[in-house]
């Protein structure tokens, strides 16, 4: 029951072992200049130099600081999350999860519009207080105390997290593998879960006659996306069967784990080249350079591939929000609807699969109007 501060703190040893591994690095001969058969080689190399030469891991770990950091054990697994509270009375509790290859960094632009709406131009009438954790086997939540980490068994450890500070009442948030997990808080549905919303949810056609006729041209443009998902994503493929002999790599080299990571951020054709954020990119590599988490990370894949958590159709009753951004998996609400108690439904006119990135205000928006009718 102990909840412990916790400061990140990053030895200058580790940060001078990173630059040397970086500088001795061995490349792989390029077979090819574009991205048909996975990242360029020129491309990784232009990663690898910001990071051994211009990222300076200080700065991020100064704005990690900047939250209030907490550990906890739960279920006999060490449990990282940031805890910040709202300046409102009566603010509402919302947890939020971030997906792989991601880390608690991906919230920082929509913290303080969800817990310090007055200074942002909102109305403080609706503010959170919020939790923010890393997935077990991820960041600070290591090492990966044992099998059986599934998205259900996240799921049933987020609702002790929030009971254990306190919270009676409360609602998820989270997109990748933090939709996953929003949509097992959903179908475990505690008792004080008052909502989930979600960026994704992985439903699929079941060859019924008529049901493609429904779909919108929205959500008719998003096969496009989820053809090229299908084609490319070897990343799911190689860590839902073998996480353990992948990790080796990860966690020897950092070229290794720089270029592994820029699967799902960058595209599988480069989509993400000229917008993503490079730096931030590199912060959350760091991340998982730093705590050794790159082989423990695919873990869930492979738990939620032998237990068919997340991906099962089981009945969501609990009211459920998703928030559809264009340059991802686009869901389909009518598939959506088989299985969850949909009342929020939203297509974006922009944003990616990291939304809380490089869509924050759009996704602030969408979780204050869906908990605002639920509150």
């Known amino acids: 029951m102990t909840i412990t501060p916790f400061k990140v703190q990053v030895s200058d040893d580790e940060i001078a072992d990173l630059k040397e591994r970086l500088t001795m690095a061995r490349w792989p001969h390029a077979t090819t200049t574009d991205w048909s058969r996975g990242q360029p080689v020129a491309f990784i190399k232009e990663l690898a130099e910001q990071w051994l030469n211009q990222f300076d891991w200080r700065t991020w770990e100064a704005k990690l600081n900047a939250n209030p950091q907490f550990l906890t054990e739960i279920d006999g697994q060490t449990i990282h999350f940031l805890h910040i509270r709202s300046k409102e009375p009566n ?6 999860t971030h997906g792989w290859p991601s880390s608690v960094i991906e919230f920082f632009e929509v913290i303080g519009p969800l817990s310090d709406p ?10 959170f207080d919020l939790v923010i954790p890393s997935l077990p086997g991820y960041g600070w939540s290591t090492p990966l105390a044992a099998p059986g980490w599934d998205t259900a068994k996240v799921a049933k450890t987020w609702d002790t997290l ?6 009676a009442r409360y609602g998820a948030q989270g997109g990748d593998v933090g939709s996953l997990v929003g949509k097992e808080l959903g179908i475990l549905a505690p008792e004080g879960l008052v909502g989930t919303h979600l960026q994704q ?6 060859g019924a006659p008529g049901e493609m006729d429904k779909l919108s041209p929205f959500e008719k443009e998003g096969f496009a996306n989820l053809d090229g998902f299908l084609k490319y994503n070897g990343y799911q493929d190689i860590q839902s069967k073998r996480p353990g002999t992948l990790g080796y790599g990860l966690v020897d080299s950092p070229v290794g784990q720089l270029a592994w990571n820029t699967e799902l951020f ?3 054709e480069g989509e993400g080249v000229q917008y993503v954020d490079r730096d931030r990119y590199l912060a959350h590599v760091s991340v998982y350079w730093f705590t050794a988490s790159g082989g423990s990370a695919g873990n869930i894949y492979l738990e939620d591939a032998r237990s068919g958590s ?6 969501n009753d609990t009211p459920t929000g998703v928030a559809v951004f264009p340059w991802d998996f686009r869901s389909v609400r009518s598939f959506a609807e088989r299985a969850n108690n949909i009342v929020h439904w939203t297509e974006m006119p922009t944003g990616g699969h990291f939304a809380a990135t490089d869509a924050p205000d759009l996704l602030v928006e969408d979780i204050r109007t869906f908990f605002g009718k639920l509150i």
């Open 91 to 96: 603010a509402f509790p919302l947890i939020l």
């Open 118 to 127: 007055r200074a942002h131009g909102l109305d403080p009438a609706l503010a």
């Open 162 to 167: 929030m009971q254990r500070l306190g919270y």
């Open 201 to 206: 949810i992985f439903a699929f056609p079941t």
């Open 266 to 268: 960058f595209g599988f």
């Open 310 to 315: 997340g991906y099962r159709e089981e009945r």
